[in-house]
């Protein structure tokens, strides 16, 4: 079984400009999470998705980010206007309902 | 108070060893407990879940849980270099699947 893919693996930008990752989740898995990792933390959800909607982004700076799910599989994320403080590790996940999650190999983002 | 607590290390063990990583949690509606493992530069791999109180083991590996005390252990027996990673304690409240992560406690295993 292919697990979750994550494109791309680095990225490097400068401030103000945008940037997008893409995740693909384990087959079948109804349920997707995009996490924020700043070194030496823990990984911080941003957003959850729930097949197509939106089930907890209370924790999304949606001023300059945004994650989209269409058609209940692939998603999303994108950062415009990209801060310094954004770089960090961007993690994919995906789980079955009540089960544990799974990652993605993640987006090391640095921005300049 | 964070919501997930690890003490942050580094926790040096022999080789041969017995780890012990400790977490608590401050929400005690929380239903669903994992230990995820992260070497340096990769994602966090899963390594055990638990969601009763008491023991479970799966090979080297021994999670506990105190609902009551709103505490979970790992135990890694016979360490061995390669367990050399942080070990993030991830707890699931009780409304939905949100998963709250420790900061990671770093762990040394010397030959």
């Known amino acids: 079984e292919a697990g979750v893919a994550q494109s791309p693996r680095y990225k490097i930008i400068e401030k103000r400009q945008s940037v997008a990752f893409w995740c693909n989740p384990i087959?079948?898995?109804?349920?997707l999470y995009w996490y924020q990792q700043i070194l030496g933390q823990g990984p911080k959800l941003l957003i959850q998705f729930q097949n197509n909607g939106v089930v907890d982004d209370s924790q999304l700076p949606k001023d300059r980010f945004s994650a989209e799910r269409l058609k209940g599989v692939d998603s999303t994320l994108k950062i415009q206007p990209a801060k310094l403080e954004d770089s960090a590790v961007y993690l994919c996940?995906?789980?079955?309902?009540?089960?544990?999650?799974?990652f993605g190999p993640g987006t090391r983002l640095t921005v300049l | 108070q964070k919501e997930v607590e690890q003490n942050s290390g580094p926790l040096s063990v022999p080789e041969g060893a017995i780890a012990s990583l400790n977490c608590t949690y401050s929400?005690?509606?929380?239903?669903?407990f994992f230990w995820y493992r992260q070497y340096s530069g990769k994602s966090p791999e899963l390594i055990m879940f638990i969601y009763s109180n008491g023991d479970k083991e799966d090979g080297r590996f021994t999670a506990q849980l105190n609902k009551a005390s709103q505490y979970v252990s790992l135990l890694i027996r016979d360490s061995q270099p390669s367990d050399s990673a942080t070990y993030l304690c991830?707890?699931?409240?009780?409304?939905?699947?949100?998963?709250?992560f420790g900061g990671g406690t770093r762990v040394l295993v010397k030959p």
């Open positions: 991830a707890v699931k409240g009780a409304a939905g699947n949100k998963l709250t």
């Open positions: 929400d005690r509606g929380s239903q669903s």
């Open positions: 996940a995906s789980s079955l309902s009540r089960d544990a999650q799974y």
């Open positions: 087959s079948g898995h109804a349920t």
